[in-house]
């Protein structure tokens, strides 16, 4: 957890021209403007087991059945920005249960 701090520490640095442009272009306050940049960073920072994990646990709250939740999280996968190939629902299985 430690490190994913550090990183986006980082990230920030690097994000100031985004963030200047945000304020410029957006009537965004620089608080906001970094909210907003931070959960986007966030988003797409999740690595697919993240994705995997926490997509089954709110499905699961939707009282949707295994079957269909591997189905939906290997379609949904495909719509990220993963570098990976299209997921059987096997593999989805694996990544939650190992």
Do not use: C, W
Not at 22 to 41: F, G, I, M
Request: charged share 40%; aromatic share 6%.
């Amino acid at each position: 957890m430690a490190d994913q701090d550090q990183g986006r520490e980082q990230a920030r640095g690097s994000l100031e021209p985004l963030l200047r442009h945000l304020e410029r272009t957006t009537r965004l306050e620089r608080a906001e403007a970094r909210r907003l940049v931070d959960e986007v960073v966030a988003y797409f920072g999740e690595s697919l087991p993240e994705f995997v994990a926490r997509r089954h646990r709110e499905l699961q709250a939707e009282s949707l059945r295994n079957e269909a939740i591997y189905r939906r999280i290997a379609e949904e996968a495909e719509e990220r920005r993963f570098a990976v190939g299209k997921l059987s629902e096997r593999q989805v299985r694996r990544l939650i249960y190992g």
